[in-house]
């Protein structure tokens, strides 16, 4: 059945591949082992742009390499939200007797991607874009629109779980079904190392 697939990207980085040596992923090829019986006519990778770190001013430099990478499936759309940092006052943990119980932090939070997928998952069923929906994400935020594609729209929504050990139990709730993203699939779903585009050769990060 034709099928739409949305990433979110962050979700699908903090939940699968951070910390591990598996972040040079080929979402499709993930999409396609995951969903053997589906025709993935789209995908749609939602994310934001990062900036550099003090204690990791490389980090921009990998992200634009992997979105290279993801440049190069054919069938692949990038949908770019942002990033907003402000300065708030967060309680200590545990503050010593008598001395201060706030800290001034900046806090960073990525904006947009989960209106961003709705939005799209909504209108493309509107639309008649897909028979199946597959949301990649473990966000309980998405349970509404997800919701309104079964309810009103009458089609199946399947989500892809990358968290596989802490479900969100309102997605398992009200998507048709939930299937979880396995650490073997994800090894066995990787770029080749190197790459190449329209522009030339590229590789995989070194310090991935």
Known sequence: MKTIVYVDGFNLYYGA??????????????????????????????????????????????????????????N????????LEHEIMMPIANPIAGGQKYIKVIKTEEKGSDVNIAAHLIHDGHQGLYKVAVVLSNDSDLV?????????????????NPIPAHP??????????????????IAV????EQMRDGTGKFHKPPTW
């Not at 995951?34 to 430099?61: C, E, G, M, S």
């Not at 509404?144 to 892809?160: A, F, G, N, S, Y």
Request: a positive charge; glycine letters at 2%.
């Open 168 to 185: 969100s139990h309102e997605l398992q709730k009200n998507a048709t079904f939930m299937k979880p993203i396995r650490k073997k699939v």
């Open 17 to 74: 591949v951070k910390g591990t040596p598996y972040k040079w992923l080929d979402v499709h090829k993930l999409c396609q082992l995951l969903l053997p019986k589906n025709q993935i006519a789209k995908i749609k990778y939602f994310t934001a742009l990062v900036t550099a770190r003090p204690n990791d001013v490389d980090q921009p430099n990998r992200q634009q390499i992997y979105l290279r990478a993801l440049h190069t499936i054919p």
């Open 144 to 160: 509404e629109p997800i919701k309104i594609v079964r309810q009103e729209l009458k089609l199946p929504v399947i989500v892809l």
């Open 76 to 83: 692949l759309e990038i949908i770019l939200g942002h990033f």
């Open 189 to 192: 779903s990787q770029f080749p």
